[in-house]
């Protein structure tokens, strides 16, 4: 069993910054890819960055130059600078872990972090 804990939403001027965390806990053999969705009202669920064992990471051309993407261990962060009011949203982690050598790679989210900025 896999768990993923998202924290660091919050309420933001339009302008500043916010740095989200995702840890995940439980029976884990490694994590491929690591990543960032998010969803708002009405509109369906988007990447916003990924990152691989590798390093490599992939952005949304609306975050690139403002969101980085990193990792470490089990956690995947996201910081997020000169933030815009379309920026709010459902904040979702995602990881794509194996338990075991010889299992399986599986899908894992995390429960969503709101991000609110005021303009």
């Known amino acids: 069993q896999v768990q993923l804990v998202e924290s660091g939403g919050g309420l933001v001027q339009a302008g500043g910054s916010l740095r989200l965390s995702c840890e995940a806990s439980?029976?884990?053999?490694?994590?491929?890819?690591m990543g960032w969705y998010r969803q708002a009202p009405g509109k369906q669920r988007d990447l916003v960055a990924a990152i691989t064992s590798a390093g490599n990471t992939n952005y949304a051309d609306s975050v690139k130059g403002r969101f980085t993407i990193s990792r470490a261990k089990n956690t995947v962060y996201l910081q997020m600078n000169s933030l815009k009011p379309e920026d709010a949203a459902l904040y979702y982690c995602?990881?794509?872990?194996?338990?075991?050598?010889?299992?399986?790679?599986?899908?894992?989210w995390g429960q969503g972090t709101q991000v609110t900025v005021s303009s």
């Open positions: 439980g029976s884990i053999f490694s994590i491929n890819v």
């Open positions: 995602y990881m794509s872990i194996r338990t075991g050598w010889s299992q399986p790679v599986y899908d894992n």
